[in-house]
């Protein structure tokens, strides 16, 4: 943790021990005091997130139903042969009671309310010890009551009245710069109260109005009122007073501070709060623009200001940015979203598994606003270490079997979920079971479904010839979900985000991969090779200038030299002609018109294949599920699929159709299908561009692809069909972005 921060009053400094005592009682062996239900849940709450390095950062102690000897000498030894800059801790948890004098004693398991001076701790015994260490910082919170009245549904814990400024009054005295602070969970007149019902009568024990309000304080960071990262006693107690009056208006917390100069920062918070700034007044009319260029130029300024180091900038572009997704004009609203999809928190690994391990590192990136997420654990198991960007994942847990959890990542711009999976044998029962074997990925390895070529004549100097796509998996988000933010990969190892630039070792495959292709696809000298022959039909095909397989070649080569820049957009372009190549081969070698051009035709496919899985390795699809899609969307991708059945079926001049030729025409409009549909029910915007380009890049192919079949195959129904089918392809995914999907019935 960060040391003293200069700033004057603040005694916050690190440089000393931090050490806390947490003391609990709620069973006692007198009748006459009723069991407590709070307690040992306080205890175990507050040394949780007291002892948390992220949090606290205290070495804590607990002692939970001691008798009054034990915590006595638990007390002095607490206090005693500290340094001066040590802060001490010190908790009660118990019923408060006092004497015929009004004195002040803690009730613990063996305390004789007729024998209150032997057999409880008297508070004059703990303020002596206070007074007496040399400790300059110490802070004392005493969950129990002193007397008043409660409102109905509350646990009272005591009876009486008792002056805890009077009682502790002594620390006044002491000097030398040091500073004590008592904090009561309420009045002299009133009860503290619990929550929950008594112990026989609760089935979930929860802890203490008093100590649940310090507890999820301290946890969320909310305490930390002046957004600087760290929770004084004096925003503490503010916190807890709202937050218990929001139960019952009838406590009310105090704070008595003796010798205290500055404020005793007790904690860190979790979150750090950050205050937007105000945006320039040009900017905020530009957004009211009637004019939508106007206001996409907005957009792309506040896309700058995202990466911002000023985070109040950077958070003030975030809002508006949100703000503008919701604009009339579609391109402003997806450009906005886009905008905000390149600040999200990216995590490495997604997920973590400690079997075997007794730590694993969580590698946090993304821009300084994102960087601000703070990590807390889903299990009280979970150990967490934050420094920086790096989270140490710890599991604390013996018991056999597999325990599953979870590590919340919170910041201004959402919040993400990484699971994490701990795997204990049961050594006593069963000898050790091998490691389990990782969890199949749900991902299949993209095998493309190849499209058709378009015919031509016997006759067709010109290239009839189809395009390819690769059918898209859905892949579950990892684990639970209230996050709903996808997990990109790293930079250094995949593409993270729109933003993010691609690696250099997956431009070199694209450029090396398709430059073979342009190589095996060159045309050489006019007529000089078929690309495929139907003896039965007398249909062919021969390699020329106009053939869609040099287009799509060449349009890979210049996408793969431009992805450095272009990212996911470049990359979705590569992924639809290398698709295409792969649809081409199955279609003519596995139709039996590859002619003199099958070991082309397979080399093109396996370079394919390799430029496929590896984008895909890559990319990593965030699709979830297939469904529910926009309908209007999904009713024209349909309508697009079944034209191209149509273009398929429908014969040319001579009474021939390409199905004829070999009913792997059908992969055209199957392929198409099952590429677009995906490019619907993507939410991620990552993932939504870049099977959008391959869409576009697809069909825009397929539409070249079936020119001849309008100038050579004099077949008008043959092109016309095709054309409007992949038109209606492209137009049902574009019209998809940016809209709200249906729900779940």
């Known amino acids: 943790m960060p040391s003293y921060d200069g700033t004057p009053g603040r005694t916050g400094d690190m440089d000393g021990s931090r050490i806390a005592l947490v003391v609990a009682n709620d069973q006692y062996d007198d009748p006459g005091l009723k069991r407590l239900v709070a307690p040992a849940q306080d205890a175990a709450a507050l040394a949780g997130v007291l002892a948390d390095p992220a949090v606290g950062g205290f070495e804590v102690q607990v002692l939970q139903n001691a008798p009054a000897q034990d915590i006595r000498f638990a007390v002095e030894d607490f206090f005693a042969d500290r340094n001066p800059e040590d802060l001490l801790l010190l908790h009660f948890s118990c019923h408060g009671l006092k004497n015929s004098a009004g004195e002040l004693f803690l009730a613990v398991a063996d305390t004789k309310p007729a024998r209150l001076a032997s057999t409880a701790v008297a508070a004059d015994f703990v303020n002596r010890q206070m007074a007496d260490s040399r400790a300059q910082r110490i802070a004392l919170f005493l969950d129990c009551c002193y007397g008043g009245a409660f409102p109905r549904g509350m646990v009272v814990r005591a009876a009486g009245e008792a002056q805890v400024q009077d009682a502790f009054a002594k620390q006044a005295d002491v000097g030398g710069g040091r500073g004590r602070v008592v904090i009561t969970a309420s009045s002299a007149m009133e009860y503290a109260f619990e929550g929950g019902q008594l112990a026989s009568d609760a089935s979930k024990p929860a802890p203490s109005v008093f100590t649940g309000a310090v507890v999820d304080g301290l946890t969320t960071g909310e305490a930390d009122r002046d957004g ?58 530009a957004m009211e623009s009637p004019l939508p260029a106007a206001r996409f130029g907005v957009v792309d300024y506040l896309r700058e200001r995202l990466y911002d180091a000023d985070l109040g900038q950077a958070y003030a572009a975030w809002q508006a940015l949100h703000q503008m997704t919701d604009d009339d004009s579609r391109k402003v609203s997806e450009a906005a979203s886009e905008a905000l999809s390149t600040a999200e928190l990216r995590v490495t690994p997604e997920s973590v598994d400690l079997t075997g391990a007794t730590s694993a590192d969580l590698h946090l990136a993304g821009p300084p606003l994102a960087l601000t997420a703070a990590a807390s654990p889903g299990d009280p198991w979970l150990k967490l270490e934050q420094e920086g960007e790096v989270i140490r994942v710890r599991a604390e847990q013996s018991a056999p079997g597999v325990h599953d959890s979870s590590v919340i990542l919170a910041g201004p711009v959402g919040e993400r979920v990484v699971p994490v999976r701990l795997t204990i044998p049961d050594t006593e029962s069963e000898p050790p079971a ?47 979900a209230r996050a709903e933010r996808p997990t990109p990969q790293p930079v250094s190892a995949s593409l993270p985000g729109e933003s993010a630039l691609p690696p250099w ?46 287009w799509g070649a060449f349009i890979a080569l210049f996408a793969a030299l431009v992805a450095r820049w272009a990212g996911p957009i470049a990359l979705g372009v590569v992924v639809g002609c290398a698709v295409s190549a792969i649809e081409g081969a199955a279609l003519i070698v596995g139709g039996g018109i590859s002619a003199d051009e099958t070991a082309a035709w397979v080399l093109s496919a396996l370079i394919a294949i390799v430029m496929s899985v590896v984008l895909v390795i ?75 380009a391959a869409v576009v890049t ?27 089918g992949n038109l209606l392809i492209v137009i049902g995914v574009l019209i998809s972005r940016g809209r709200p999907l249906p729900s779940h019935p």
């Open 228 to 285: 600087d990262g760290w929770v004084g006693l004096t925003e503490l107690v503010g916190f807890v007073t709202d937050r218990i009056h929001r139960v019952t208006p009838n406590q009310n917390p105090q704070m008595w501070t003796f010798g205290s100069q500055g404020e005793l920062l007790i904690a860190r918070s979790r979150v750090r709060r950050i205050t937007p700034a105000p945006l320039a007044p040009e900017l905020t009319q």
């Open 434 to 480: 091998p490691p389990p074997e990782p969890e199949p990925d749900p991902t299949p390895a993209p095998v493309p479904e190849p499209p058709r070529a378009k015919p031509t004549q016997a006759a067709s100097p010109q290239p009839a010839w189809p395009q390819p796509a690769r059918p898209q998996a859905a892949r579950p988000e990892p684990a639970a």
């Open 505 to 550: 070792w997956l431009i070199a495959v694209l450029i090396a991969g398709s430059a073979v292709l342009v190589y095996l696809n060159w045309p050489g000298a006019a007529y000089s090779r078929k690309l495929w022959y139907d003896s039965n039909q007398g249909w062919y095909l021969y390699r020329t200038w106009y053939d869609p397989a040099i």
């Open 618 to 692: 890559v990319l990593k699809p965030e699709v979830r599920r297939l469904w529910p899609v926009w309908p209007p969307a999904a009713a024209m991708v349909v309508a697009g699929g079944i034209l191209l059945v149509v273009s398929a079926v429908v014969p040319h001049s001579d009474g021939i159709s390409f199905f004829k030729i070999t009913p792997l025409a059908l992969l055209d409009p199957i392929v198409a299908l099952a590429l677009a549909w995906p490019a619907l029910a993507a939410v991620e915007a990552r993932t939504k561009t870049w099977l959008t």
């Open 698 to 724: 697809y069909s825009v192919i397929s539409a070249i692809g079936g020119i001849p079949a309008l100038t050579q195959g004099h077949s008008p129904a043959d092109f016309l069909t095709g054309l409007f």
